[in-house]
């Protein structure tokens, strides 16, 4: 396979199509996505990791997805499963190599899924808690505390700068909706929109950095290099709608598995907490399940059931998911 900076070196036109990963597990009850890395001239103001990513090859790669499941083979020694095509990436600058006169790169995303494994080189790829970088979108313990400590007020900042009453009134219906403010409910599938938002209004690193301005004060979740968040926003809420119609979650979890263990992985995508019975009972009632009639040493209390994903659900209804509404309280 040719190296990325050969791929690179044979773009003609200026433009280079990437293929970039974001790779999700659980583990420890939070939803792990999976980080190479970076190429020093690809680093972002010393951000040194970001998601598996490498060049399309014309030549050696008969399609995206093959080219990216060889990128991520290569740099991680992991053998994707599931994956499905996300967005494709395309705005300027995305890569920092691009204002030193470096090709254009539009990068085609994807979300793989992946029970996690190890890596061949923790040094250079490593698990890491999505929360991380989305500190405000973990509500299983309640409304985050950055919402009100500092999010919050620097919207409020944000809107008052606006000029004209209408422009005031439109930031200010944006936020509510997508953070959930002024008694509006908060919808757990809009990461993307709460980023951009926050993007928009200067409120992240990456923001900032754009701006040329010093992005290092800022509290609002740690960056990764080039616009790997803003990709990461993508596979998040694409994957917190999926779960509910579409038996994705099982593609994270064990062959067999507790129904409290399933549980708590559906929480650690959604980022709420569900009811137990009304949980076990949308779980029995769309047959997403059977038992296996063994016992679970290993749950520190009382031995728990096993239970086995029914692939046969697949073919008895077109949507079958874990439809258990995401409630969180309304904020003011």
Same mark, same amino acid.
């Given at each position: ?11 003609? /036109? ?29 680093? /972002? ?6 998601? !598996?990513?490498?060049?399309? %090859? ?14 991520? @083979? ?8 599931? +994956?499905?095509?996300?967005? /494709? =990436?395309? %705005?300027?600058?995305? $890569? ?20 996690? /494994? ?22 299983? $313990? ?5 919402? $009100? ?24 219906? @944006? ?5 959930? =403010? ?44 080039? %616009? ?18 579409? !038996? ?9 598995? &507790? ?8 929480? +650690? ?33 009382? !031995? ?27 904020? &003011?």
């Amino acid at each position: 396979m040719k190296t990325p900076e050969a791929i690179r070196a044979g773009a003609v /036109t200026g433009v280079v199509i990437e293929l970039s990963a974001a790779i999700v597990a659980v583990a420890d009850e939070a939803p792990q996505i999976l980080l190479v890395r970076a190429p020093a001239g690809a680093q /972002t103001a010393g951000h040194q990791m970001g998601l !598996p990513c490498g060049p399309f %090859d014309p030549a050696g790669h008969r399609t995206f997805e093959e080219g990216l499941r060889s990128w991520v @083979r290569e740099q991680t020694d992991l053998h994707l499963g599931y +994956a499905e095509q996300l967005y /494709t =990436f395309g %705005d300027r600058f995305r $890569d920092p190599q691009e204002r030193v006169g470096g090709p254009r790169p539009i990068s085609v995303g994807y979300v793989a899924l992946l029970r996690q /494994t190890d890596v061949k080189n923790p040094a250079e790829a490593t698990w890491v808690d999505c929360y991380r970088y989305f500190p405000w979108e973990d509500w299983r $313990d309640g409304a985050p505390p950055i919402l $009100d400590a500092v999010i919050g007020p620097q919207l409020n900042q944000w809107i008052n700068e606006a000029g004209a009453k209408p422009d005031k009134q439109r930031r200010r219906e @944006r936020v509510n909706l997508a953070f959930g =403010f002024g008694g509006t409910a908060w919808d757990n599938e809009r990461v993307l929109d709460r980023y951009e938002l926050l993007y928009e209004a200067g409120l992240v690193f990456e923001s900032a950095l754009d701006r040329g301005k010093e992005g290092g004060e800022l509290r609002t979740g740690a960056a990764l290099t080039k %616009d790997h968040r803003r990709i990461l926003a993508t596979a998040m809420g694409r994957l917190r709608a999926k779960i509910k119609y579409r !038996p994705v979650i099982f593609e994270l979890m064990a062959p067999t598995f &507790t129904l409290f263990q399933l549980q708590r992985a559906v929480e +650690a995508l959604s980022g709420a907490r569900l009811h137990k019975q009304n949980f076990r009972r949308l779980v029995a009632h769309e047959g997403l399940v059977e038992a296996t009639g063994q016992i679970s040493p290993q749950t520190g209390g009382r !031995p728990a059931e096993l239970f086995r994903f029914r692939r046969e659900v697949v073919h008895e209804r077109p949507a079958p998911g874990v439809r258990v509404p995401v409630r969180v309280k309304k904020r &003011t």
